[in-house]
C-alpha cells in the first residue's frame, strides 16, 4: 500500500512541477528552488511529517524533501544550542545527500566522456 | 500576421505565436508516470534497507538518497539520464535523481576545461541554486521557529 502512495505522491509532486515547466514557462533551475523552499515552508508548519508518514519515499525522494530536511536539522540543534544550532544544524540530515552528490558526481566527471 | 515592423515591444508577442504549444496533458502524464516510478524505487530501496541491515525508518532516508544520486550519477554518465529527461521533463528534474543529474551533467560538461577548472568550479553550477536558496529558507524559517518557540 505504502508503494502505491509512494507513486501517487511522488507522481503529483512531479506534475506540478511539470506544470510550472510548461504552463508557466520557468526553467528547472527555478522549478527546482521554488519545491525547496516550499519544502522547508511546509516543514516550518509540521505538514511535511505526514505527508511522510503517509507516502514514504514518495515524499523523501522528491526534491522537496531537502528543503524540509534542512530545516528539521536545524530546529533539532537549535532546541540544544539555542540561535547557532540553526546554522550548526542545518546540513545536519542532509550531508549524507549532499557528500554522495559531490563524491559520485566528481568520480563519474572524471571516469566518464562527456556524450553528445 | 499583420505587418507591423518588429520592435522591442512587439517582438515577445509575436515570438510566442511561433512556438509550439506543449502538449501540456501528455506531458503531465509522463512525468507523472516516471516521476512515481523513480519514487516506488526509492521506496523500494528504503524497505530493503529496514528490512536487510537494519537501519530504522527514519535513518534509511540516507543510504536510500546516496544509492538514488549513485545509479542517477552512472546514469548521466553514460548518457541514460538526459534521455530519460528529454521523454519525462519535470518527471526526472523533480526527484533527488534530478539534483545529482544536474551536479553530474555540468561537471562533464565543463570537463574539457581541466580537473579544478573545469569539473570541481562548474560542480554546483546548476544545483547551487538548490542550496542556496534551501538553506536560506530553512535558516529564516528556523530563525523564526526558535523565537516562535522562545515567546510561547
Known amino acids: ?116 | 500576421m499583420d505587418k507591423q515592423p518588429l520592435n522591442e515591444k512587439n517582438f515577445d508577442k509575436a515570438r510566442k505565436s511561433y512556438q509550439p504549444k506543449p502538449p501540456y496533458v501528455m506531458n503531465c502524464i509522463k512525468a507523472f508516470i516516471v516521476g512515481g516510478l523513480i519514487c516506488v524505487f526509492g521506496e523500494l530501496l528504503t524497505q530493503m534497507y529496514i528490512h536487510w541491515f537494519d537501519y530504522s525508518e527514519k535513518n534509511a532516508i540516507n543510504p536510500t538518497v546516496a544509492t538514488l544520486i549513485l545509479l542517477s550519477a552512472l546514469a548521466t554518465g553514460f548518457g541514460v539520464y538526459d534521455k530519460l529527461g528529454q521523454f519525462a521533463g519535470a518527471g526526472s528534474a523533480v526527484p533527488v535523481t534530478g539534483f545529482a543529474n544536474s551536479i553530474t551533467s555540468a561537471a562533464l560538461e565543463h570537463k574539457s576545461e581541466g580537473l579544478v577548472l573545469g569539473v570541481a568550479t562548474n560542480l554546483f553550477k546548476l544545483a547551487g541554486s538548490v542550496i542556496v536558496f534551501g538553506v536560506v529558507a530553512a535558516y529564516v524559517l528556523g530563525i523564526i521557529r526558535y523565537v516562535w518557540s522562545l515567546i510561547f
Do not use: R
Open chain 1, 1 to 116: 500500500m505504502t508503494f502505491l502512495w509512494a507513486f501517487i505522491v511522488g507522481g503529483s509532486i512531479c506534475v506540478i512541477g511539470q506544470i510550472l515547466l510548461d504552463v508557466f514557462k520557468l526553467t528547472p533551475a527555478h522549478v527546482m528552488s521554488s519545491f525547496v523552499v516550499a519544502g522547508a515552508v511546509l516543514d516550518a508548519f509540521d505538514l511535511y511529517d505526514n505527508l511522510i508518514e503517509f507516502a514514504g519515499a514518495g515524499a523523501t525522494v522528491p526534491i522537496t524533501s531537502f528543503g524540509h530536511s534542512l530545516l528539521h536539522g536545524a530546529m533539532e540543534q537549535a532546541d540544544e544550542h539555542g540561535f547557532i544550532g540553526v546554522a550548526v544544524g542545518i546540513f545536519e540530515l542532509t550531508s549524507a545527500g549532499i557528500a554522495s552528490a559531490i563524491l559520485f558526481g566528481f568520480i563519474v566527471a572524471v571516469i566518464f566522456k562527456p556524450k553528445g
